[in-house]
């Protein structure tokens, strides 16, 4: 029997499939953490991360637009009148038995309504942070925050006629809930009398005019409450003219209370015509006396929905006005059937949401486009451009300190030779070629080496087929105290690792290891995953030289060598290579530390020999300096990716470029086994925004209200 006819605004936003973008974390996912391990992150999970706050937010926010939404479709009807006209009886009529209780109602003064009831329904209160941003809202648009309105009937009497106050309280409306607006999907505005007068010490009628202006934002009709003797009173078109100037667009309706049996509807219509068509009043509601019996066969107790009969409720104890539209026509009125459309109950169907309601959904949806759009994806969008550029500063100290360790470098940064790991793999091959390209007299009088392999069995295995002791004894330990002394190469143990990375910025592009400080906060720590970066890359060095294009450059750097000094120096040039390289792989034996690794170039070894006409002819020939530089490239890639994997910072892709004189050099790829896994808080994870998400939030919730 309720009213089914209302235009519904459209949804601003439909918050359910809105959330289900928020939160999905797969196809549609906002971001993509690229490292450590790669993995979608939704928009709230990523937001929750970045700031909690945020993220509660806006899933507060969206429920709220979700609730207003289903509150925006409710209107809101005033009902202001003439002084005992029976406003409130009109009330408490669409009220439950409880609520109307809880109403004031009477002719005397005591009994007057002196203060703003607006009644809600119930369920409205079930979101309690919509229904005090509600009430916010409410108290914002009249001036002052309202005042529940008292669950005691005595107390909620006192409210209503003010006792307890003064003019002031006028301006604190009161708020009630009750359950059959639920049903009838209604708000009513109980207004006091507009042009009450001020001797009575409870607000002037400009006051109260002045109120009612606010209030009725809330509205989205008025009803005017009269009696048939009131139809020619001044006062009632003062009331008329106070709605229409105040809400010109809003729909203006009139209740005529108290019609006697002897008044038929077309008699008090035509009564209030003149008043109607000045103020464009849409429609006539009436209600008999109730109080005299004659009324009773105009009252309906039965009214028709669709093909069924229902029966309206009726409470013999507290009887209160039927009203319904009154028409034109007596066979249209009761004691005639009518229709359940034509009951004042019905209007709510009728009725578009009020402007508040607009006004609040909009500034529901307003809030949640700012906390999705403006704040929550443009702090994913700071926070992945700030992993971004933490990641960068750290990959850059850790290319730096690659660089530094495996180059010689001039004053101003530019790489002047590049330095190889000298790994029992590149000396093994470079040991076999130059033997085999050696002339047969060099290899004539190479024997065992019995000193080496008593230091090494690792030198010994390589040379010790070839080398005689005595020259061995020299020369090894001769290219040691140059690695010693730094005057050959580079030898890269924990500490000197630390070192270069502290010099390259560490502490401030490292936050996960040191945290603002100079030192890191656990140090046993940092010092063991140094270790394990130079054990790593030791392991997985398996790097090493084409053996076709090394025998060929072998073979050259012999014919480079004049016949003449070939004689002169026999047996020595071989001699004293081999030992060279035997020295370096007995240098963990004169270290402290259990891990280190050599880096030299082969010119520097060469040269460090005395074997000057080899190292000219390697630091010139093209095929050797290429053959060096391919191998020291790929040595220098594995180096930096194991320092960051190791160091949970992400290498980047594609991997980095390095500028070596007129060239640019891209590091390849390397094939590396790391198992160590950091923990995640020791790692500078690096996000991504992924424009798929930004793409399908436009299209379902975009960034500018249209």
């Not at 637009?65 to 009330?91: D, I, Q, R, W, Y």
């Not at 916010?136 to 309105?149: H, I, S």
């Amino acid at each position: 029997m309720f009213g089914t006819k209302r235009r519904t605004q459209s949804a601003a936003i439909d918050w359910p499939p809105l959330r289900a973008l928020l939160e999905d974390d797969d196809r549609r996912a906002a971001v993509q953490r690229a490292f450590p391990k790669p993995r979608h992150e939704s928009f709230l999970a990523a937001l929750r991360r970045i700031d909690p706050a945020k993220a509660e937010e806006v899933v507060s926010l969206g429920l709220q637009v979700h609730n207003a939404t289903k509150l925006a479709e409710f209107p809101t009807l005033a009902v202001a009148g003439m002084l005992n006209s029976g406003k409130t009886s009109l009330v408490a009529s669409l009220l439950s038995h409880e609520g109307r209780q809880r109403t004031l109602r009477g002719v005397a003064n005591r009994k007057g309504t002196h203060r703003f009831v607006l009644w809600l329904p119930e369920k409205w209160r079930e979101d309690a942070g919509l229904w005090q941003l509600l009430l916010d809202d409410f108290g914002n648009a009249v001036g002052q925050p309202p005042e529940l309105l008292a669950e005691s009937p005595e107390e909620a009497h006192a409210q209503y006629n003010n006792r307890h106050g003064d003019a002031g309280t006028l301006d604190i409306p009161l708020v009630a809930t009750d359950a059959a607006l639920d049903q009838l999907e209604v708000g009513l505005l109980d207004c006091p009398d507009i042009v009450s007068d001020e001797v009575f010490g409870v607000g002037s009628p400009e006051r109260r005019r002045e109120l009612l202006g606010k209030a009725s934002t809330f509205c989205s009709a008025f009803l005017i409450v009269s009696t048939p003797s009131m139809a020619r009173d001044r006062t009632l078109g003062e009331i008329l003219q106070t709605t229409s100037e105040l809400m010109p667009g809003v729909p203006r309706f009139m209740a005529i209370n108290k019609i006697r049996p002897g008044q038929t509807p077309e008699d008090v219509i035509e009564s209030f015509q003149a008043q109607a068509k000045r103020y464009d009043v849409k429609r006539f509601y009436g209600a008999y006396d109730f109080e005299i019996p004659n009324s009773q066969p105009f009252i309906p107790r039965v009214v028709r929905s669709n093909d069924q009969l229902v029966e309206l409720p009726a409470d013999e104890a507290d009887p209160l006005p039927v009203f319904y539209s009154l028409a034109t026509d007596p066979d249209e009125n009761p004691p005639a059937e009518i229709s359940s459309d034509r009951l004042l109950t019905a209007l709510a169907g009728e009725l578009d949401s009020p402007e508040s309601s607009a006004r609040f959904l909009l500034g529901r949806c307003a809030s949640l486009r700012r906390a999705i759009w403006d704040v929550g994806l443009d702090a994913i969008k700071s926070d992945a451009t700030h992993s971004q550029q933490i990641a960068d500063r750290a990959r850059r100290t850790m290319l730096e300190t690659t660089i530094s360790l495996f180059s010689k470098q001039s004053s101003g940064g530019a790489i002047d030779e590049v330095r190889m790991h000298q790994s029992e793999r590149i000396i093994r091959q470079l040991t076999d070629a130059f033997c085999q390209a050696a002339p047969w007299y060099a290899r004539w009088g190479v024997r065992i080496n019995t000193f080496i392999q008593s230091r090494t069995r690792a030198a010994s295995d390589l040379i010790s087929r070839y080398t005689p002791t005595r020259v061995a004894e020299s020369y090894a330990e001769s290219i040691k105290e140059k690695f010693k002394s730094k005057k050959v190469g580079r030898v890269v143990d924990v500490e000197g690792l630390d070192n270069t990375l502290r010099r390259y910025g560490a502490p401030l592009t490292l936050p996960q290891w040191f945290q603002s400080q100079n030192d890191p906060p656990d140090p046993e720590r940092w010092n063991q995953q140094l270790e394990l970066i130079l054990k790593s890359f030791d392991e997985n060095d398996r790097v090493q030289f084409d053996s076709e294009q090394l025998q060929r450059v072998a073979e050259e750097m012999w014919r480079s060598i004049p016949r003449n000094t070939k004689l002169k120096f026999g047996l020595t040039p071989l001699a004293a290579m081999l030992a060279t390289f035997g020295g370096i792989l007995m240098l963990p034996f004169d270290f402290v530390a259990t891990t280190l690794v050599a880096n030299a170039s082969i010119v520097e070894l060469l040269a460090a020999a005395g074997l000057t006409a080899l190292s000219v002819y390697w630091a010139g020939g093209k095929n050797a300096q290429a053959l060096s530089l391919q191998a020291a490239i790929e040595q220098m890639s594995m180096f930096y990716s194991v320092s960051c994997h190791t160091l949970g910072v992400d290498p980047g892709t594609p991997l980095p470029t390095i500028q070596i004189k007129q060239n640019r050099w891209p590091f390849p790829t390397p094939n590396i086994s790391l198992s160590n896994q950091l923990e995640f808080e020791r790692t500078l994870p690096v996000f991504e925004v992924r424009d798929e998400f930004e793409s399908e939030l436009s299209q379902l919730f975009p960034r500018t209200h249209s």
